[in-house]
């Protein structure tokens, strides 16, 4: 009986151990700063305002709790967008039109951005959505698995 209770109080202390180090929500400012720091981008991001970024992913009110995106100039592709909704399949699917429309402009006005476009990111978590394009995607990848890890 004592061997069951040790290998049960065991098991218990591994879950808890295997659940800590894992982020519930992303904090919206905290994931953009390890993005901005960490993730190369071709040019400086600016943060832009709701009223543009509801108009650029097709977004409205309903569609999100909280929301923020980084943009460069037309000249390049790259930019990020984090967005708390309680829908994110949706989110996903208005981030993939997004991509897809950028990607027919660009095939014309930039062909040499495109391959940014092709290796797009768009991860979620919980009920957050990031879409992230940058030439440096593998490494945004990674920066946003550790941000969620600590």
């Known amino acids: 009986m004592k061997k069951y209770k040790v290998l049960i109080a ?9 659940g800590c180090g894992k982020k519930e929500t992303i904090d919206i400012s905290e994931l953009s700063g390890a993005l901005a720091e960490s993730v190369s981008f071709s040019e400086q991001l600016t943060q832009i305002d709701v009223s543009n970024i509801e108009k650029r992913y097709a977004l409205n009110s309903k569609d999100y709790a ?19 909704t309680e829908n994110p399949e949706a989110m996903i699917e208005k981030f993939n ?12 006005y930039r062909p040499d951005e495109v ?18 394009i940058t030439a440096d995607s593998e490494n945004a990848i990674d920066v946003y698995k550790k941000y969620l890890k600590k």
């Open 10 to 18: 065991l098991t218990a202390m591994l879950l808890l151990m295997c």
């Open 66 to 84: 909280e929301v923020a995106a980084f943009v460069g100039t037309l000249s390049t592709c790259d930019e990020y967008v984090i967005v708390k």
């Open 97 to 108: 039109k997004y991509i897809e429309k950028k990607r027919e402009e660009y095939k014309v």
């Open 115 to 132: 391959y940014k476009l092709d290796s797009a990111v768009i991860e979620t978590h919980n009920k957050s959505v990031v879409m992230i």
